[in-house]
C-alpha cells in the first residue's frame, strides 16, 4: 500500500493508472475507520483494479458548534485496518493543501438537505459537496462508495453527479448490522449494555413498517405513527425524526406508490443513533440496495 499525502502526487497516480486502462475505485472516509468502512472497501476491491481511501475529515462540513476538533483521529490504527483490507493507495491530503486560500465559486446543495438529519446541520451538505467534487477530481474515480446508512448523504451525492455529469458511478453499500439488527456505528460503544439491548428495537421498528407496507398499507402517517410507537414502547431513547420519504428525492409523499425510505433519528443518554430502510412500493428492499 502506498500512502499518499499531496494532492499532486495523487493526481499524476491516477493519471497513470486511467492511462493503463485500469479501473480506479473510492472510499472517500475522515478515518477512524471501522467495519462500516471495511464493508466499503471489500466491496470496493472486488468490482475495482486499484482502491484509493482518502482520509481526511473535512472542516467544510462541520458547523460551527460542532465536533470538529474532538473528531477522532488515528493514523496508525487506520493505515493498519486499510493495509489489512488491500487498500492500494491511501491518500491522507492536509488542510492547507484542500483548501489553500477562499475558493471562487461555494456551492450550495438546493434539494435533499431541509429534511432527515440535513434539516438540523445547515451547510453540511455543502461542505460534504465540495470536498467530493475536489476528491472525485483528484482521484479520477471511476466508483465511488458510500454507507446506506448515511442515506441522504448518498442522495444528495447522486443528485451532485447527475447535474454536473460527472464520469463516476455512485455504489450504495448495505449497512452492516449486529446479529441483533443495530446499525454498526463507532458511535454503539458509547452505549450502555440495556440501551444497546433497547438500540435493536430502531431496526425492529423499521422491519415492521416493511411488513405493513407488504401487507399493503400505503398510509406514511399511520407507518410513521407506528414506528413511533413501537421505538417508544421499547426504548428509553428520545425521539428526533421519523419520516417517511421519497428516496432518493427525499420529498414528502402522501401515499407509497415509488420507492421511499423511513429514516430514524433517536437520541439515547449515550450516543445518538440513525437507521433507515429503502423500500419499494410493494415493501421490498430494492435490488441496488441489498
Ligand atoms: O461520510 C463521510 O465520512 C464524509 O461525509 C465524506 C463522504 C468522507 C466527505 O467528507
Known sequence: ???????????????E???SGKTIGFVPTMGYLHEGHTS???QCKKEADYVVVSIFVNPLQFGPNEDFDRYPRDEQHDTAVAQEHGVDYLFLPDVHDMYPQKTNIELTVKRRTDVLCGKNRPGHFDGVATVLVKLFHITRADYAYFGLKDAQQVAVVQGMVDDFNFPLSIIPVPTVRESSGLAKSSRNVYLSKSERNQAAHIFKALQQAQHFIIDGNKNPVMIIEEVTKFIKQNTDGSIEYVELLSYPELERVDEINQQIIIAVAVHFEGARLIDNIILDKNGNIPEAYF
Do not use: C, H, P, Y
Open 1 to 15: 500500500m502506498q500512502i499518499v499525502r499531496n494532492i499532486t502526487d495523487m493526481e499524476g497516480i491516477a493519471s
Open 17 to 19: 493508472l486511467k492511462k
Open 40 to 42: 466499503l472497501i471489500d
